[in-house]
Structures are given as C-alpha cells and as structure tokens.
Nanobody
Framework: QVQLLEFGGGVVQAGGSLRLSCATS????????MGWFRQAPGMEREVVAG????????YVTESLKGRFAISRDNAENTVYLQMNSLKPEDTAVYYC???????????????WGQGTKVTVSS
C-alpha cells in the first residue's frame, strides 16, 4: 500500500519561506515519480511540481518557477517542496502525490496524501 505523509504546513507571512516534506515507504520511493498538487479555497486542484524516480528531472508549473523547487532524498525516502517568496495566493492545501511517470503524475497522479495546509498572511 502506498502511503504518503506530508509535513511542514503552517502559517507564514508574505515574502517568507516554507519547506514541505513528504515521507514515503522505501517501496514507494523507489518505484514512483513524486510531486505536489495544491488546492486553494474554492478552486480546483492544480499541479505544483514533480520529480522523477531518480531525481534527474523535475517539473515546476510555469507560474511558480523561480519561487518553488522540488527535490527528493531517496536515502531518506522523502520528497521536499521548497517554497520561497510566498504570496497570499499560495494559500492552499498542498498534497503529496505519486505516479508511475513524471508526465503521468502531472496530469493524473495514482496516489494522494492527506494534504497539509499552508496559509500565507498579507
């Protein structure tokens, strides 16, 4: 069973930084591309970023490039989302996701975590 556990959400002031973590089992981490989606209040879920199983290729939604970055530590079975220069519009529930490929993950992830809430105050 694939388990994805997010950590690191909270309240941060605009302009601040936050790093989200997603812990997975060793089995999950070695088999899947990983990534993040988010859902703002009243909005549909949208892809934020993704990374291949090996970590050699990443994807970040165009509008977030330069502020958000994704990485993974396969030895620790953890995927990270570094978020800098946060804006109030980044307020959302952030979900860790897993998929068979990076391309597939950015469209339709196979597995979802429970989500962690990020609130950016102005």
């Amino acid at each position: 069973q694939v388990q994805l556990l997010e950590f690191g959400g909270g309240v941060v002031q605009a302009g601040g930084s936050l790093r989200l973590s997603c812990a997975t089992s060793r089995f999950t981490d070695s088999r899947y591309a990983m990534g993040w989606f988010r859902q703002a209040p009243g909005m549909e879920r949208e892809v934020v970023a993704g990374i291949t199983r090996s970590g050699d290729s990443t994807y970040v939604t165009e509008s977030l490039k330069g502020r958000f970055a994704i990485s993974r530590d396969n030895a620790e079975n953890t995927v990270y989302l570094q978020m800098n220069s946060l804006k109030p519009e980044d307020t959302a529930v952030y979900y860790c996701v897993a998929g068979h490929t990076l391309t597939a993950l950015t469209r339709t992830p196979n597995y979802w975590g429970q989500g962690t809430k990020v609130t950016v105050s102005s």
